[in-house]
């Protein structure tokens, strides 16, 4: 028995009926989102998913009343919360019931929180608004709340300013904020998508645990189908605005009936290694005993003091190879890629290109090699200038080194072709593509100077499951044609399992376990690697055959 049927019998905490949403005061004007329906039981997870552009966002704040004003509105429909029809309240009767029936978190804790104010203050404000309690009551509530929320020393969390807390405890305060009021509704909209996995698992276990004791209903929104498989009960999925699919767990994932539910699905990386391939033994990148310490300043009575963020490193790089680096946040993953490209000062150590160290030379020489060692940056918005169109930003690297135009013209035709586009995006600007067409324009422009070594840190981090997939293929194509030494740095480890022949694991700036892929993942020697692959979401599930993994 589903949990549906299970709980059919009671009220939904959440019904949504035939939802349309619009651009405000044109009759002709777009549909956004378009005769949705959909319903979170209590104490149900309920994920909505689907690629970007797809509405789940636009529908969820059409659930909160918070469409941006003047700009979108419900045109058709109804939002109904524990029995109740809210899409024609009043903003005044919508601000009482959010953090009181209904509560939403948000992807990213920052914006969510006021960076002047203590976040002890922030949440107390939420008790202020809707109880009637005193000013020491409401603090030991919420004293109460960041201890249910596994958050260390609570006194002085409450003390805190946002930007003194991780993100991970940024984001455990938005859910502390989110549900001391106990709401029978969580709209949680790609909470985890920003943090670690290791950090990811213990919210996601936070919001579960939370939702037991409350009896929550919870409509989660991802495109992470990792995190869907671990934490759903049932999915609902979108496409341009539409609901094109809803069924339980095991009916999405094992069974999927529309066609681009089963694309999605089928794009998702699986924790599955790679079969091992053949790596030529000619080594591209030589690295040895490279340090990086970032200086933290000097005082009267202290030495300099600094972040020692890599220690010691040691690896190689051989030619049509793919090494992947993985590791949480400050483990030192893009601190090394940007150490090998000379973004940042080597502290000691060498980084030989064929035998050359670039860590010796001068500005003026490294100028020479900066052609051969090309980087592709994880968010592809901000890596192509918007006022200059494709065609100029692709070109100027290969005019730069003296290149002639016209033979520079043909090489970008060849990148272009290399990344699956036409050469009649050449006139176009930055805005006027996707942001998987950016990424792919921004590993042309890479590839045009013909690198012998090509890093992509965490440069599919940011894209829809499907387009992630086409990028991926596209790396494993570069290497195949032009047998360029790849290094693809990345915090998730089933994206890792999907390219790279071998991997290096760092925590806190050492290299801590290193080798095969397939060896690895599957007999992880020390513990924190284990931790990363038991943290990792959807490590159970085969999305590329639609079943479970097999023991």
């Given at each position: 028995m589903n949990k549906k049927s299970a709980i059919s019998n009671?009220?939904?905490?959440?019904?949504?009926?035939?939802?349309?949403?619009?651009?405000?005061?044109?009759?002709?004007?777009?549909?956004?989102?378009?005769?949705?329906?959909?319903?979170?039981?209590p104490g149900e997870t309920v994920c909505v998913v689907g690629e970007s552009g797809s509405g789940k966002s636009v529908s969820s704040f059409a659930v909160m009343g918070l469409l941006p004003k003047d700009i979108l509105k419900i045109s058709s429909g109804q939002v109904s919360?524990?029995?109740?029809?809210?899409?024609?309240?009043?903003?005044?009767?919508?601000?009482?019931?959010?953090?009181?029936?209904?509560?939403?978190?948000?992807?990213?804790?920052?914006?969510?929180?006021?960076?002047?104010?203590?976040?002890?203050?922030?949440?107390?404000?939420?008790?202020?608004?809707?109880t009637p309690l005193e000013r020491s009551a409401r603090k030991a509530r919420v004293l109460e709340m960041l201890k249910a929320v596994h958050l260390p020393d609570p006194e002085r969390i409450y003390g805190s300013y946002p930007h003194q807390l991780s993100g991970g405890q940024r984001q455990r305060i938005v859910i502390a904020m989110a549900l001391i009021l106990k709401p029978s509704l969580l709209i949680a909209d790609e909470p985890t998508t920003a943090l670690d996995v290791t950090t990811q698992k213990q919210i996601l276990l936070l919001i579960k645990e939370l939702q037991e004791e409350q009896g929550t209903g919870v409509l989660f929104i991802t495109h992470d189908f990792g995190v869907v498989a671990d934490i759903a009960d049932r999915i609902v999925v979108m496409k341009s605005g539409q609901v094109v699919e809803t069924g339980t767990k095991d009916e999405i994932l094992g069974n999927p009936k529309?066609?681009?539910?089963?694309m999605l699905v089928a794009s998702v990386p699986s924790l599955v290694p790679r079969d091992e391939r053949s790596v030529?033994?000619?080594?591209?990148?030589?690295?040895?005993?490279?340090?990086?310490?970032?200086?933290?300043?000097?005082?009267?009575?202290?030495?300099?003091?600094?972040?020692?963020?890599?220690?010691?490193?040691?690896?190689?790089i051989s030619e049509g190879e793919i090494k992947g680096i993985v590791g949480e946040s400050g483990s030192g993953k893009s601190t090394v890629a940007r150490c090998i490209v000379r973004l940042e000062t080597v502290t000691s150590g060498s980084v030989l290109l064929r035998g050359k160290d670039l860590v010796q030379l001068s500005a003026h020489e490294m100028r020479q090699y900066r052609r051969k060692v090309q980087i592709v940056f994880q968010d592809p918005y901000r890596s192509l200038n918007p006022r200059r169109t494709v065609g100029n930003s692709l070109i100027e690297g290969l005019l730069n080194y003296g290149m002639d135009p016209k033979e520079?013209?043909?090489?970008?035709?060849?990148?272009?072709?290399?990344?699956?586009?036409?050469?009649?995006?050449?006139s176009r600007y930055p805005h006027q593509f996707s942001g998987g067409?950016?990424?792919?324009?921004?590993?042309?422009?890479?590839?045009?100077?013909?690198?012998?070594?090509?890093?992509?840190?965490?440069?599919?981090?940011?894209?829809?499951?499907?387009?992630?997939?086409?990028?991926?293929?596209?790396?494993?194509?570069?290497?195949?044609q032009l047998g360029t030494a790849i290094l693809f740095i990345t915090h998730d480890l089933r994206v890792a399992a999907t390219v790279c022949d071998s991997i290096i694991v760092m925590?806190?700036?050492?290299?801590?376990?290193?080798?095969?892929?397939?060896?690895?993942?599957?007999?992880?020697?020390?513990?924190?690697?284990?931790?990363?692959?038991?943290?990792?979401?959807?490590?159970?599930?085969?999305?590329?055959?639609?079943?479970?993994?097999?023991?």
């Open positions: 009671e009220q939904p905490v959440l019904e949504i009926n035939h939802l349309s949403v619009q651009v405000f005061g044109k009759k002709t004007a777009k549909t956004i989102v378009s005769d949705v329906s959909l319903e979170v039981y919360l524990n029995g109740s029809e809210i899409s024609n309240l009043s903003e005044a009767q919508l601000r009482k019931l959010r953090g009181a029936q209904m509560a939403m978190v948000f992807q990213e804790p920052m914006t969510a929180l006021n960076p002047v104010q203590k976040v002890g203050r922030q949440i107390e404000e939420v008790l202020r608004l809707h529309d066609e681009y539910t089963r030529k033994s000619n080594s591209v990148l030589e690295v040895q005993g490279l340090d990086k310490i970032y200086e933290t300043g000097r005082s009267l009575f202290k030495k300099n003091s600094g972040v020692h963020a890599v220690k010691r490193a040691n690896f190689s520079a013209r043909k090489k970008v035709q060849k990148a272009l072709e290399i990344v699956g586009m036409d050469v009649s995006v050449l067409q950016r990424q792919r324009l921004c590993i042309a422009r890479a590839v045009v100077m013909e690198p012998e070594l090509l890093i992509a840190d965490e440069s599919v981090s940011a894209l829809d499951v499907s387009v992630q997939a086409q990028v991926l293929k596209l790396f494993e194509e570069i290497r195949d925590q806190k700036g050492k290299i801590v376990e290193a080798g095969a892929a397939a060896k690895i993942l599957s007999q992880p020697e020390t513990t924190y690697t284990q931790e990363l692959i038991a943290a990792a979401p959807g490590r159970h599930w085969d999305f590329q055959h639609f079943r479970p993994m097999r023991a």
